[in-house]
């Protein structure tokens, strides 16, 4: 089972500016994502178990993997119902640390197993290929980047240059109105 990791920001808790959206924290035992905030609220999802009822009148507690596999987390909307905190609730508060990366960067708060899936069935989709082979390239492709060093900028400057060998956009400065040479938008 997965651990959180419990940061306290202060003896008294978190305030409202300690929240964001995507963030996970602690209060009155469970663990929570803040969904939304408010001018002095902030709305959070439980994300350490959900509670499903039936018809019958019985109750089922899915634990938070067996949640996201169902995708009981992917919103807004959200499945799971939504509990308003207000300035009573934040003191009693603590963040929960994000899980690391290998390199020990945090991950990004919405990237869940179910959130990698989807992305990868996406890319599949686009590409008419399996879900294996667009991870593979997905990361082929961050990998490269990587390895090449480059800005954003010194690509665009690449792609510019290219494009003026190519005859697009001759004498234009204007990244805007090159770019929309380019595509034959101009």
């Given amino acids: 089972m997965e651990k959180d990791i419990e940061t306290p920001l202060a003896p008294e808790g978190m305030t409202h500016a300690d929240f964001r959206i995507g963030t996970e924290f602690r209060c009155a035992g469970a663990v929570w994502r803040c969904t939304d905030i408010g001018t002095r609220t902030v709305v959070a999802i439980r994300m350490d178990q959900v509670e499903i009822g039936s018809a019958s009148g019985g109750l089922r507690i899915l634990t938070r993997q067996e949640a996201e596999q169902d995708g009981w987390f992917t919103g807004p909307p959200y499945a799971v ?5 207000d300035e009573d609730d934040f003191p009693v508060c603590t ?5 690391e990366c290998s390199d020990g960067t945090a991950l990004p708060p ?11 069935n996406e890319l599949a989709q686009r590409l008419g290929i399996d879900s294996d082979r667009a991870i593979h390239l997905a ?4 990998l490269r980047r990587l390895d090449s060093g480059d800005t954003l900028s010194q690509r665009v400057a690449h792609a510019q240059v290219q494009a003026r060998k190519a005859g697009i956009g001759a004498g234009l400065t204007d990244h805007k109105t090159l770019t929309d040479d380019m595509w034959g938008e101009a």
């Fill in 81 to 85: 119902a939504e509990r308003v905190f």
């Fill in 95 to 99: 963040l929960v640390a994000p899980p």
């Fill in 110 to 120: 919405d990237l869940s197993a179910a959130g990698a899936d989807m992305l990868a």
């Fill in 139 to 142: 990361v082929i492709s961050y």
